[in-house]
């Protein structure tokens, strides 16, 4: 059979960044070509990034990245890879597409642009549009109606893009109509935890329907609220992996595939088993077999533990999200206690120590065991350490205001220490982490413009249990290599406490946060209403857990962004509205 | 011909309110039946509220609205009304539709349930689902495939839902292949300045085109962002209007209509002309024409003026956010500026003076006039006044933290303020107005946590010189009326500025408000690229603003909501990403 040699290239790019995503695609075609490589897959949307969202609606960035992809098949030839085959992700204009209302003529399309000799031989455009959970493709992109395969070397090559491969029906389907020996997946797939096992087994029944090897590539790396994770692969026809790459690193992969000959000249339309007729076009490339090679053998990487995942991804997304968005440093409130101690680790592990200023914000209700714990942890990470009692600026409230108790009182000291940390961010530039967790989100247990302030929220997504989870499992890590654990046993032993009132815990607001967070799972992850989560729960937790996350829908989209790891973040996952009288509780009184 | 009494009943519901929603409207229904109503017709989704975003994905909730619309219909009987047709609107599960990935079985549908002598008798799902600007229907709801006829009194009547109307083929059209007599259209359809006119010309279109009336019911009120400004009306076949109501007030328009009987019993299959095929159903009511009763003259009401129509968008989206959301009464800080003026007069013409706090936030660089002017201004109105000067705090800080100066001592008066207001709130019960307009949240002139803190922003899409339009309107209404003008002159006269440094005014950040407003209408409502916009504006603001805007977005996602009156307003108009490098610039250095 016919060989190709094909380089899978998982790289980080930055939405918008249309001349350094080109750049360093090209590095990453470069190694390819040294490799050897016959094919090169360049995640989804590569020159754009992704989510672009709605830089795709302006005119004057579609068009740039139409010009983009054009510049890039011109730049690789003039380098001297031109006889390599490049598929690269980028969008385009569908001037042929009729306009709508909300749908103007020349509205975008999600497209791969196959680079061969100077120019873009021939594009691809998405056909299924996720349009659920973190994405709103259906808002952006006109769908596309042709399946493009390529012969290259002798061999067909189908292309196609991310959802196609999880949608029944459609591309994949029509692949198999088309013959094609091989189908690629460029893809920009969120991290989620203990997704890449569901990825491998829905290509390998992918490639199984579409009778053909499948080679997936990912994108790697941190935008926004979305983390992609990599570890591209490639499957044979029969759904067995061949190779695999590593996860949350910049990676080439290095594939030499034995695939059929090309055997079908058909094109034109088909039945694409999704209620759409698609239409198969073809382009020759190269005919003829390339000469017989030695073949390098296949590497495959292990998976990942799911903590040690979870890690990664928390750490590579804070990175980007540190770096992308041009900081130099960062700055956090250190309490003492768990969350903020995993927050600063999770900093020292994405930029380091040097570049990690933790600050103890002592009140007047702040144990002394606190801030030794602070002082504990910055010692033994190294950050830059400091203490600002904040009774001054409290004591001013409160002699201004006369004597606010409760809530007001809680809060206040809350939003002092956030007005503090800003006011350190603006001196001296940093950003600030914001150290809160998801069971806290989900049941609003937070202060507006308090510890809700700042710019980036490392444990947005984490249940608290998981933070404790994470905790001994970083620790465990240190102590493996020999190193110090980076956070104190005090830190994760002790009972929570915000510290805001006298000998307060969380356990006088919150249920313990084992039940807590079962519950939460259940009801904002599995979506249950009332009547199925009694089934597994007691009333009395339930009941309030419904009241508390339904109330707290403000508090959440004013929090800022953070990491997703669960299939159910909240942000661009889940969008409820403020105004919402739904309770589904039992009437009262 | 035949006869018939449309009652178009615009009533104000609340999302999720399911129980409230029905008392609601069967309230309306009752009004009808007095005055001799024989069809009924409420909003888009009375029952669930609109938009009721992801709610609508919890199976329960989907399950109660289904259950809501049948004991509707059977309370409708109950009630006396069994005989008139009732079309009301709710949610149900598409049981039927195929599941797929992101879109599991029982997923729902947007449906007008036509509820007749206690049951109901035909659902229409609509059919067009709208995913722009503030819709993402596609993301929740399954397109229906089937037209509802009804034979109501001898006549049919075609059963549409809002974005039917709007795109070409569908429904309408498929209401002229079933030789309709009347096409209803039930609306949830948000407010834009000077859509109304553009809502009328469809209809007419539309009716040409179906050869038939059509009654088109919208719904009022606000909505956390969204404002809902009623207005329904009453279209012949030849697209002439027969009758309108008012605008932002629930109302039930009555309409003597003679329609042409019956004259078509096709039912299956035909071309919907947008792509796709629809099912003609047929639900036979009564065959039989009422006795010819005297027909009542049509009312029509006259549109308003532009900087009315606004007036009053902000005023009901901001009376519905206060009180949908549970708060009596209303705080904010006012600093003698146009902005907070404007707010404070929102404030009161919404609930009234007696439950508006405004507070003066003296810092060292607040001018006398200021003062003078918040003064004036809580005097003409009445509202509850009270002056805090922030030193002792901002002291405090500068002793802490040793001599803030620049953007951090800028920041922290804004902060201080912040606090000031939401001590107040926690400890009073208020919710804080926040006082921005839409050309600082475009351009990030705001402190994140200082004056952008609180739970709603009146003016968050109000350019700064529609703010003073508005402020010089709302004078001349009072001295029209013979009033106090509410708006102290010299708030309106004298030049802008945020008073956080000596002799500081905004002219020296920003570009002249009129000069910045015509380009950010370009940039932001026109989605104009760079060089669309040097046709019209100086490179060097054009170049400011762009740079402006596209840094800005971390701080507009953290605003409060504020009700929208322009095609984008900054919110669920415009998802930009935080972490983003395009700018439509030349290349620097």
Redesign the interface.
Known sequence: MPQLRVALAQIDT?????E?NAARALRAVGEAAAAGAHLVLLPEMTLT?Y?????V?????V??AEKAAHDFAGRLAIAGYGEIAVAVGTCSAAHDAPP????PAGSPRNTLALCWRGEVATSYHKHHL????V??E??YFVPGTDLAVVRLHGIDVALTVC?DL???GGPIAVAGAADAGLVVVINASPFEQAKSGARLELAATRAHEAGAALAYVNQVG???ELVFDGGSFVVDAAGELLTNGPRFVEHLLVADLELPAARSDFAGQVDAKDGTTMTITRTILSSDPLPAFPAQPFVTTPDLPVLQEVWEALVVGTR??IT??GFASVALGLSGGIDSAVTATIAVDAIGADRVHTVALPSAYSSPHSLDDAADLAKRQGTQHRV??IA??V???Q???GG?TG??EE??QA??R???L???S??EGHLILTTGNKSELATGFST??GDS?G?FAPLKDVPKTLVWELARWRNEVAAGRGETPPIPKESITKPPSAELAPGQLDSDRLPDYTELDAVLDDYVEG??????LLLEHPPAIVDRVIRLVDLAE?KRR?Y??GPKITPKAFGRD???????????LPREG
């Open positions: 930055t939405v918008g960044d249309l350094g990034g989510p672009a969202e709605d830089l609606l302006r005119r004057s960035f068009e740039a709508a209302v909300g749908r996720p349009n659920y959970g994405f709103d259906a808002r959802e999880w949608q029944e941190g935008q926004d980007d999200y992308k968005n600002i009692p001054p600026m004591d001013a409230y002699a201004t205001l606010l809530l007001a809060n206040l939003r002092v956030g007005t503090t800003m006011a350190l603006n001196a507006l413009y302030a710019g979506d249950k209403g009332r009547t199925e403000y004013q800022p962004p889940r969008r409820l509205p403020i105004t919402n009288r739904w309770r589904d």
